[in-house]
C-alpha cells in the first residue's frame, strides 16, 4: 500500500525548532521528488518546500528560506524538514506528498499524487 | 508566478455544473498544472494533472482544460460530496497554489 506518514508536530514557542518527519512504504521512495505543503487554519494550501530524487536539488518558499531545511534518509525511506526560528505564521498543518519520479535520467510529472494525513505545528507563546 | 482562482466561492445545487477558473501570469510551460480537492481535516486529493488528465480513480464528472495560462476545471452534474474547496497548482519548477476556490451548497 503506497503511504506517506507524517509526524513530528507539536506545540512550540516562538524562536524554537521542530523537525517533521514522513515515513514512505509501498513504492520506490528514492526515485520521488517530495515535498512539504502546509494550511494555516482558516487558510489555503500553500507550498513550503521540495527536494529531488537523490536530494540534490532544494527548493523554499521565501516565507521559510533560510529558516526551514528539507532532507530526505533514502536508507530510511524518510523526509524531513527542519523548522528553525519559528514564528507564530507557521502554525499549520503540514502535509508531505510525492510529486514526480525519475528512473534512467528521465523525470516524469504528474502532479502530487500521494499524500500524508498531515502534522499539526503550533507555534504559541 | 502567481496563480490567481476564480470565483472564490461557488454556490450551486447538486447536479449543476461548476466551472472553476486558474489563471496563471506567467505560461504554464508542458501544461504542468493540476487540480485538487481539499475537504476540512483531510488530505488535498489529486484530480487533474497535466491540465487535463485525470488522476487513477477520479469521475469522469471531472474534466480539466486550457494551456498557456488559461485554466479550468468542469465538474458536470453535482454530486453531494463534491462540495469542497478546489486548488489548482503549477507543479515543476515552481510550485505554487492558487488561492482555491470554495464550492458550496446552494
Known amino acids: 500500500q503506497v503511504q506517506l506518514v507524517e509526524s513530528g508536530g507539536g506545540v512550540v514557542q516562538p524562536g524554537r525548532s521542530l523537525r517533521l518527519s514522513c515515513a514512505a512504504s509501498?513504492?520506490?521512495?528514492?526515485?520521488?521528488?517530495l515535498h512539504w505543503v502546509r494550511q494555516a487554519p482558516g487558510k489555503g494550501l500553500e507550498w513550503v518546500a521540495g527536494?529531488?530524487?537523490?536530494?540534490?536539488?532544494?527548493y523554499y518558499a521565501d516565507s521559510v528560506k533560510g529558516r526551514f531545511t528539507i532532507s530526505r534518509d533514502d536508507s530510511k525511506d524518510t523526509l524531513y524538514l527542519q523548522m528553525n526560528s519559528l514564528r507564530l505564521e507557521d502554525t499549520a498543518v503540514y502535509y508531505c506528498?510525492?510529486?514526480?519520479?525519475?528512473?534512467?535520467?528521465?523525470?516524469?510529472?504528474?502532479?502530487?499524487?500521494?499524500w500524508g494525513q498531515g502534522t499539526t505545528v503550533t507555534v504559541s507563546s | 508566478i502567481v496563480l490567481t482562482q476564480s470565483p472564490g466561492t461557488l454556490s450551486l445545487s447538486p447536479g449543476e455544473r461548476a466551472t472553476l477558473s486558474c489563471r496563471a501570469s506567467?505560461?504554464?510551460?508542458?501544461?504542468?498544472l493540476a487540480w485538487y480537492q481539499k475537504k476540512p481535516g483531510q488530505a488535498p486529493r489529486l484530480l487533474i494533472y497535466?491540465?487535463?488528465t485525470r488522476a487513477t480513480g477520479v469521475p469522469d464528472r471531472f474534466s480539466g482544460s486550457g494551456s498557456g495560462t488559461d485554466f479550468t476545471l468542469t465538474i458536470n452534474r453535482l454530486e453531494p460530496e463534491d462540495f469542497a474547496v478546489y486548488y489548482c497548482?503549477?507543479?515543476?519548477?515552481?510550485?505554487?497554489f492558487g488561492q482555491g476556490t470554495k464550492v458550496e451548497i446552494k
Open positions: 506528498g510525492r510529486l514526480g519520479y525519475c528512473v534512467r535520467g528521465s523525470c516524469y510529472y504528474y502532479g502530487m499524487d500521494v
Open positions: 509501498g513504492f520506490s521512495f528514492s526515485t520521488y521528488a
Open positions: 527536494i529531488s530524487s537523490g536530494g540534490r536539488d532544494k
Open positions: 506567467q505560461i504554464v510551460n508542458n501544461n504542468y
Open positions: 497535466g491540465a487535463s
Open positions: 497548482q503549477r507543479y515543476h519548477s515552481s510550485w505554487t
